[in-house]
């Protein structure tokens, strides 16, 4: 599995995304219709209402338009390739450097994130779809530490990445790594495989969680099968 490392930076004015246009256009037309109400109540000169008026009403057509555009669009972030996060069976590989899961003491993954995910439907002024890259991992090992941001591009793969680190965890190749964030790969529908369940009920028996946390992390549905689970793995 690779996937994009990147960084991103927000501009304030970026005139390749349409929601510039729409702040833009909406603060022209505030400030020229307030010249007109003020020009009407002190001034009544007729130049500035023949500049001004036509001025608010085309802003104003403008930010209608790039409102539109602005609903459909997707995040307004700038988005800088820095290299590849390649992960196998044992080991990440960022770039040229190689990464053994048996070393890594600490590990956090945040892949809910994938471009065209709705972000927001109740804005006309912000953009409705994300781009993909609120994502990251972070590792550390005895000497080291390493975090990335990553892009993911649709939500099947943000699915692919935790059930292939799940299914590694699983296997025991985490061998240094703190249990709860190991766990915490883990998704919702995975706690409920036979894989997953062992693996929980292997690491409450050698104390490394808590029974009821245990329990919890297998993502029961009912206190019926809380019982079940604790006689099946002989958890008191």
Do not use: W
Request: proline letters at 1%; glycine letters at 2%; charged letters at 25%.
């Amino acid at each position: 599995m690779v996937f994009d490392t990147i960084t991103t930076e927000e501009k304030f004015f970026n005139f390749e995304h349409p929601k510039t246009y729409t702040y833009l256009s909406l603060g022209i037309a505030m400030v020229s219709f307030l010249i007109l109400l003020i020009n009407k109540e002190y001034f009544e000169l007729d130049f500035l209402e023949t500049f001004f008026f036509p001025i608010a009403i085309f802003s104003f057509i403008i930010y209608a338009i790039s409102q539109f555009f602005t609903m459909f669009s997707k995040q307004d972030v700038q988005i800088n390739y820095t290299g590849k996060l390649k992960i196998t069976e044992d080991e990440f590989i960022i770039d040229k450097e190689t990464i053994n899961f048996a070393d890594i003491i600490s590990i956090q993954l945040s892949v809910d994130d994938y471009e065209g995910r709705l972000i927001n439907s109740h804005s006309n002024t912000e953009p409705m779809y994300s781009k993909g890259v609120e994502n990251f991992v972070k590792i550390a090992t005895i000497d080291k530490k390493i975090e990335k941001q990553i892009q993911i591009c649709s939500l099947r793969e943000t699915n692919l990445i935790t059930n292939f680190l799940a299914t590694q965890i699983v296997k025991n190749k985490f061998t240094k790594t703190n249990t709860k964030q190991l766990i915490a790969i883990f998704s919702d529908s995975f706690k409920k495989t036979e894989e997953a369940r062992n693996y929980i009920a292997n690491q409450i028996k050698n104390r490394k969680i808590k029974t009821v946390e245990g329990l919890l992390m297998m993502n029961y549905s009912s206190d019926k099968e809380v019982k079940e689970l604790r006689k099946k793995y002989n958890i008191n």
